[in-house]
Structures are given as structure tokens and as C-alpha cells.
């Protein structure tokens, strides 16, 4: 018989039209849902404890046949029924508490299995159960036997969705995983299962939901089991499977062919007061060999903060240029965007070169001359991606911190060029195996060398009551010519917070410190404004910058060496760390304190990670244990499918023989000719987002 794992789960026999849309709420539409709808959690209820010698605030799993079952109204709002079963060793009463209706299925005389928590008896009178889970002898027979589904076994613990209970969602999963595993076509190729001794696909889903007793119950908690080992591998291999097949399209695509001469670009390393580290060498050489070849780059570049993106990002530009291409750098905030034109809109100039900032508040200006391709260099944010931009000759697209732009935004810049160069930035540091997910279709360069002569930051966590040992950092630094910035999590007081905030908090810098000039800066305030405030702290006028987030990216003054973050609880690690790469990034000392108004445990470890380290990819791994992948990425945005049964964290060790495996199929087979079912998988796992992730 043809099994259809499309079909509704209404199909499923006690599934109605309301349950299925509660289901549908959780994902669950159809069977395939159903089917890899994983229990989170697992509990073992097979060992039967003598109800005589139960105790209280215990959770047991006991037997015994009813003797009576009686529902008492206590008042019109409190219906308890009672059920009295024996197992020949003393008597036992459950209760639940206003569910009558349950008592037809408790008739005396049958056998019953209950699961539930002990509590003390009505004023001390012996002990009881509230509220168990419970498994009737008869429920299964025809199976011949009980074949226990709630008690006696180890059960799964699923999340569930409002209105279902354990006992009925348990139900429904039991219907269909019984009834359908089977039925779940085993894609993977039969070399690759043996390779790696994995079970067959249904037994994997029936353990998974269902285990047979010998399966430790810790190893289905972690879920490393085999089975659940093969769930997982076979997500993560389709995944891998689609990267492999983006990645080969994109290499099929002709893009632009660049012999740059390095006429600019030693011209513009020639008056940099420093030279270019190894690991800054390396990645220019990567990236020049991408670009000299025909086909598009897409190749993600990775560096901590502070490790010199941005002169690399140029470099390449400039080589895009020489060739009589435009180049553009789309960053994520507009005061991002306006730094790294002031950083390098003087060197580009000097050059002899037209570069441009466009950002949103400073729109319709420089159309023309963009469009005309008399500017060669462009610095933006996502108003690059507007309609009325049109460029010239758009050779080489540079998309700083990737993490915060969408898949169709990188998508539509693209399509302002005709298959131009693509180079990613990120100073978010990725465990590799995340990298190999996330950007698995991308090329990958890291800078892995901080410029030489870098004073390590020293960090502080302090508390209010220390408020005014900061005040005197701040006065010493100023003293001894270094700038500061104070950061705060937002721009003004509210009735609805107790926060500090920026606007009152510069105030009372500036009344403490009169001989000092103390400046403010946050994402309300006008373009021209915030430029003119940049520009100051840059030159050295002001000496405190007051501000929000809005500098957490980018913002480069050599000379700033204190960073005060205020309510320092209140931020994430990866923004804590992306402050603190905001100074010691000259020769000088630098510090920064963690200013914090009390903490839960989340941010008291978030905080002790930043006094301990300041290695980004140590900060990025406890990052993502904290908040878990999902949230670490934001997935949506990534364009990546998400996952359903495998866990980056949990199954990190897998995603490598699943890339290569991957790899090497579409190598040898790359439309899959030999595999028609995996092709359909890939389909049903990426769906209409293959399309999407191509264009990253
Ligand atoms: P990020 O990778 O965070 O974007 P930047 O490109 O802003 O880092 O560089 C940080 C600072 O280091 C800047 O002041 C830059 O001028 C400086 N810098 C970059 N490369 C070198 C180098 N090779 N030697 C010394 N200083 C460098
Ligand atoms: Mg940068």
C-alpha cells in the first residue's frame, strides 16, 4: 500500500479538525511533520515501585487493579475524582481535579499503570497521586498484551502545543509513528549508511519516539543515540547537499574577469603608516586570485574586531577599480557607513579617485554621478539597494558585517551589477563547523593575526556602588591625552525603565568634568550631525564621546582608550565584545569597564567571559551556548533551512563527514542522476530557498 507522508495529519485517526490546527501551530501539518517531530526529552517509567512503600514528593511509576472510582464535588467549582487501586501491597488514591469525564475510562476491576508525583494525603492521612499519567491494561489488547505507550516504558516528552495534553499529543505520535515509519523513503546512498553503520531510517524514527528498553535513557536525553545520530546526519547531509550544488552553480557562472594592475593599490599601501600583517597579505592574495578568475567571487572574509578588514576591503576595491570598474561597501548602520568613508575617503582621494557616502538621509544626491561611472567608489547602507541607484560599471560588491543584512538585500545589490565580485565581511568569529553550515557555499578567508604592537584591553566589571572609580578613569585618561567612550543601552530616560540613558548621562558628565568636552552621539540624531560629532572625536576635540550602540560597529579612533559600558548586563556578548574592539587599537593601554546594575545568570556569565577573555572565537563559542544557534544566527535571515532534528551544538562532530560526503556526491554526480530520490529530499528540505541562498 502507497503511504502518502503528505497527507494531513487530520488523517490520523483522533485527529479532528481542531486538533490538527493546534498541531498545525507547532509545524505539525502533515505526517512528515509528525514523523520528525522529535521528543525533546525522555523519562523512565519502568520501574514499578510497591505502593506500600511509597514515600512523598517522589515521582514513581506503580500498578494495581481499581477498585473504585468516584467523583466528589467539593463546591461547584471543585470536582475531584478519586480512584482507588490496590497491587496487593496497600491501597492507593489518585486524583485529578476537575475532570470528571475521565472516570468512565477508570472501571474497577481493570488493570492500570499510573506515573505521577507522590504528594502527602489530605491533613497527613497517608499518601497519594495528583494528577498521574496512566496506562489502561485494556487500552492495547488485540496486541496482544499491553504494549504501554505512557507508563511502564521510557516515554517521550514532546512539546507540545496549547490544548493538547502529554497524554493525547503522546497519543497522536503513537498512531503515526507506528503506523508510518516505514513508509519514510531511505534516500541516503546504501555506501554512505554502511560507511557508517547507521540503522535504517525507520527503526531510527520508531527509537527516537518510542525506545526499545535497551537504549540508555541518558543517551536519548543527549540525543546522541544512533538513531537519533542518523536523523541528524541525514539533515545535516541534505543541507550540505544543497550548499554543494549552489556552490558548483555559482562556480558555472561567468562573472567578470579582472587583471588588475596594482598601480593603486601599492600606491595606496605605500602611504600607510604601517604595513600589511602576513594574514592581511594572504587574504589580499586570496581575494586578487578570485577576482582574476572568470568566475563571480563569493568568498567570506572573517576577522576579529580590530584586525584590519576595512584597508583589505579597500585594497580589493581599488583593484576593482583599476580595472574601470565601480566598487561598493554597503555596511549595516549609517554611522558605520559614514566612518568608513571618513576613514577612507581622503586616501581614495588622494589617489586621484571620486568616492561617495549614501546613506538614507543623504539620498538623490550623487545618483548621477554614480550612474554615469564617474564615481569609482561607493560607500552606503542598504539605500544602495533602491531602485533609482544605478551604477555604471559595478565590478566588486563589499558587504561589511554581513550578519545583519538579509539574503534578498545581498540579492538585490547584486543584481545592480552583471555577476559582480562578491566579498563578505564579518567580525563575528564562527566556530568553523557553523562557518561550513552558514557559508557553506562561500569561499573562506580569515584574518587570524591582530596588527603587531596591540596592548591587550583590560577589562573590568564594576558595580554601582563603584561609580566613581570610573569617574576618575575617565579624568586619567583625558589627563594623559587618550578619549573615552561611555556607552549607554538607551538615548533617554522613560517612564517605563529605570535605565540610564545617554542624553541625561553626558549631561552629568559634562557638569562633573567642565574643562573637558564631553560629546553625544545616537542613531536620532541628524546625518550631518553625528558626522560632525565623528569628526570631532577623531580630531581630538572632543574627549569623551557619550553614546549608544550606534558606534558598537566599526568606529576606528586609534586614540580612544577607555570604554565605559553602562548597564552592562543589559547586553549580548557578541555586542559586548564588538564595543570593547572599539579601543585598544593604537599603541597605547587600553581598558573597559563593565558597569552593571545587578545580574541574572545569563548575564553573570556573559560578564565573566568578557573579564576572561577577549578572544573572539572563545567569546563567539560561549555566545552560542548561551543563546543556542537559532538566536545566535537569527536563521531567518541567514537563508538557510532551518533544522529540524539536528542541533549545531549537539551535532557538530557530525557536520563535517556530511560535508564531505556531500561534496564528493555532487563531484561525481552532480545532477544526481544515479540518486533520484535525494534530489527530491533536497526539494522538499531547501524548497524555493535554493533559489534564495544562491545569492548570497
Ligand atoms: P576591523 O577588522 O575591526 O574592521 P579595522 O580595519 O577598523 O579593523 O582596523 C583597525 C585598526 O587597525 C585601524 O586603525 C587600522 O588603521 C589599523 N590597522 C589595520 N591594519 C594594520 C596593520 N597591518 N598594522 C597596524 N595597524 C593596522
Ligand atoms: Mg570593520
Redesign the pocket.
Known sequence: MEKDLNAPIQYIKGVGPHRASLLGRIGIKNLRDALFYLPYRYEDRRVFKKIALLRPDELVTVSGRILKADVISINPRLKILEVIISDGSALLKAKWFNQPYLKKNFKPGIDVIFYGPIKAGFRGAGVELQNPDYELAVEDEGDGGVSATHTGRIVPIYHSTEGLSQRQFRNIMNAVVSQYSAAVPDFMPNEIVSRYRFPNIAESLMNVHFPKPEIPVEDLNRGVTNYHRRLAFDELFTLQLGLALIKKDEASEKGITFAPDGRLASKLINKLP????GA?QRVVKEILSDMRSSSPMHRLLQ?????????VALISMLSAVECGYQAVIMAPTEILAEQHYL?IHRLVEELGLRIHLLTGSRKNKEYEAIASGQTNIVVGTHALIQESVVFAKLGLIVIDEQHRFGVMQRASLRKKGLNPDTLIMT?TPIPRTLAMTLYGDLDYSV?DEL??NRTPIITKLLYESQKERIYRMLEDEVKKGGQAYVVYPVIEDSEKTTLKAAITGSEVLQKMFPKITVGLIHGRMKTAEREDIMRRFKEGVINILVSTTVIEV?V?V?NATLMVIIHAERFGLSQLHQLR?RVG?GGEQSFCVLLCYGYGEDSKRRLDVMVKTSDGFKIAEEDLEIRGPGEFFGTKQSGIPDLKVANLLRDGVLLEPARKEAFTLIENDPALIGFPALRSSIEGFWGSKIELFKTA
Not at 604601517?274 to 600583517?277: D, K, M, P, V, W
Not at 576577522?303 to 584597508?311: A, E, F, L, Q
Request: glycine share 20%; proline share 12%.
Open positions: 604601517y604595513t600589511l600583517t592581511q576577522g576579529d574586531v580590530g584586525s584590519g578588514k576595512t584597508i576613514n567580525a584574518i596588527p603587531p566599526g576606528d586609534p574592539g587599537r
